[in-house]
């Protein structure tokens, strides 16, 4: 019951309390990288909590299946199912995306499906960030043949300006500029994902890796 009195009191815009549960340090060899934070921890733990408030009212009384877009969404799941104060269950999919590079390619490979049968699930993906838009909607398409009983995005950004399909994104924390980020999930040559926050890359950064 004090778990949920946190998350309450974080939709009532207390997110310092909510700070507790996600006490992931600052990761001080990363600092010299990072040009700028874009959004803090809290502004995300807040979203997430108003967000599992959300999806808590909206399939009350339904089973729901998270199904987490591996790697990036990884961090953000974990907290966000811990806001849906709902009996659930997990699965992941693995999809091959930017690589080591920070642009798209459009290409979208299942390098893991999903471990089980969907048909008549509520299904709710759960995804770091849509760009291009290229990798949710493929994965919309291809989980759509497998006849869920409902199907639903929820994600933690999409960048403005940059989506080349339309996507109904019924659950989003935050838009943000078309800017390359990292942290709380996502990932520069695997590196960042651990960071608390969102943040953006010093160009240096990118530069060196280019060689
Ligand atoms: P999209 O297919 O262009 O929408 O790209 C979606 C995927 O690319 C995401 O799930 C991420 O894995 C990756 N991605 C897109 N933008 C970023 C970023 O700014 N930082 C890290 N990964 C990103
Ligand atoms: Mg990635």
Do not use: W
Request: glycine share 6%; with cysteine.
């Amino acid at each position: 019951m004090e778990a949920n009195a946190e998350v309450r009191s974080a939709a009532a815009g207390s997110p310092s309390v909510v700070g507790v549960l996600t006490l992931a340090p600052h990761v001080n060899a990363y600092e010299s990288d990072i040009e700028q934070t874009l959004i803090t921890q809290q502004d995300i733990q807040a979203k997430l909590a108003e967000l599992g408030e959300r999806i808590s009212d909206d399939y009350r009384g339904r089973d729901l299946l998270l199904v987490g877009v591996l790697k990036g969404a990884f961090v953000m799941m974990a907290d966000l199912a811990r806001y849906i104060r709902l009996p659930l269950e997990f699965d992941f999919m693995a999809v091959s995306s930017y690589g080591a590079a920070t642009q798209t390619s459009g290409v979208v490979r299942i390098l893991k499906d999903l471990d089980h049968d969907i048909e008549g699930r509520n299904v709710l993906i759960v995804e770091d960030i849509v760009d291009s838009g290229l990798t949710l909607s493929y994965l919309l398409k291809n989980l759509r043949t497998r006849r869920p009983a409902s199907l639903e995005v929820c994600a933690l950004m999409q960048k403005l300006d940059v989506q080349q399909v339309p996507l109904d994104i019924k659950y989003k924390a935050f838009e943000i500029p078309p800017v390359f980020v990292v942290g709380y999930g996502l990932d520069y040559g695997e590196r960042f994902r651990n960071l608390p926050f969102v943040g953006t890359l010093k160009p240096e950064v990118y530069r060196d890796a280019v060689t």
